[in-house]
């Protein structure tokens, strides 16, 4: 297993030991998402430099970045051409308040995101992604509520989704383990089943659903018809739920079905959009226009806390009146409309498009499919390999008699270690393994993370 800090070394001056950057680092900082014991078993890996897939800490030691860095940096680290422009903007100003002003950079971007998808065209900016989520809830309650249907208060969700961490977020979202200890302070958001779950494009259920797994959702909706406000879905591809991805006939029903109802659909693209499912929007696999579409991570190729809800002109225009008819949308965070995120975002378009990025994945997507079946025959030790443009995962299993083990072994973490080691940054979710590499990754990297994912395993299971 991997090992524990080395010792400290002494400080000339003092004598003392000097305190390394991960003592220092904990000794004060409180890290997310994770069990701050588990540093001391395993500390942080201390990041010196980033560039393209690479993260590199001191002495020139390198680790691929095969998570984007939680699903953010699409173009990888340092891409020259978002650092230009991001200085750019810096020399003109880093930001204003977007109440009252406006700016070459925040018009240009939303004239560019208002043509990504027909029939959405009007731009409310955030600065991170639950955010986003949020305020698409609440414009749907309010624009009920100011037109004659303040009945429609309630949200359905998909079972085993995730949307966030605020309370709002994660009363959507279906994941206990974010969520379970925070319960009294959650609304109930109705949690649709089942999910037609598919390995892939090629997976007979990807293209038709039939009706007995439709009629069940389509019953839960029905009951609440008349208080239903909008369904909120991760279009495609379940992220934090365990990489799981699902039909687009079912994407397809449910938007067809909001569609008829009066029922807003929120589309959460914060992980799916910006190419990362080999098409633009992953809402496009089924033709789907949502009423809103939520953006953030590779909408500033992850170089700014920035985000975004595109939705339609009819929604907006529920809102638009004389002020004194109180119908005005009053959501204010400070850095709503951040310039250096918008500047990151814009150039960021630029490249997607001139470089053709979401039909480059479509095209590459195997190579990353690849890597997990590959390993899979060569140890057992995966199961249930599934993928869809750069997004690949499987489950870690016995590879005696394929069960999964016990999560108190902590399989996923102790593999998780092993690839640190060895040169990449996989961080499963439980035992799911899964890559996500930056979407411009050239294949000799993703060969070589196949070979450090292989590797890890081996070793982590003692094969
Ligand atoms: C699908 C989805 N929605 C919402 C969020 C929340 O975004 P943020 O972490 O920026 O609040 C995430 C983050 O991982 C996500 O994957």
Partial sequence: MPSAPKKKSRTKKTGRPACSVAEKDLKYFWHPCSQMKDYEIFPPLEIEKARGAYLYSPGGRNTIDAISSWWCKSLGHAHPRIAKAV???????????????????????????????????????????????????????????????????????????????????????????????????????EKLSPIPYVSGIEDPLWKKIPDNQWLPVKEQLEKMRETLCAVLLEPIVQGAGGMKIYSQDFLRRISSWTKKNNVHLIADEIMTGFGRTGRFFACEHAAVTPDYLCMSKGLSAGWAPFAAVLCTRKIYEAFYDDYSTGKAFLHSNTFCGYAIGAAAALENLKIMEEEQIPAQVAARSCEIRKVLDEIRSETSALSKSRGIGFVAAAEIVNPKDGSSFEPSKRTGFNFYRQAVVNGALLRPLGDTVYLMPPLNCPPKIIDKLKAIALKSLKETLNL
């Fill in 87 to 189: 200085k750019r903007q810096i020399s003109k100003f880093e930001h204003v308040i977007s109440a009252n002003t406006c700016n070459s950079v925040l018009s240009e971007l939303s004239e560019r995101l208002a043509s990504l998808m027909p029939g959405l065209d009007k731009l409310f900016y955030a600065d991170n992604g639950s955010t986003a989520i949020e305020i698409a809830m609440k414009m749907s309650l309010q624009y009920h509520a100011q037109t004659g249907n303040s009945q429609k208060t309630k949200f359905a969700s998909l079972s085993n989704g995730y949307h966030g961490e605020t309370l709002l977020t994660l009363s959507a979202g279906d994941c206990g383990i974010y969520s379970s200890k925070f319960s009294p302070l959650l609304i109930n958001v």
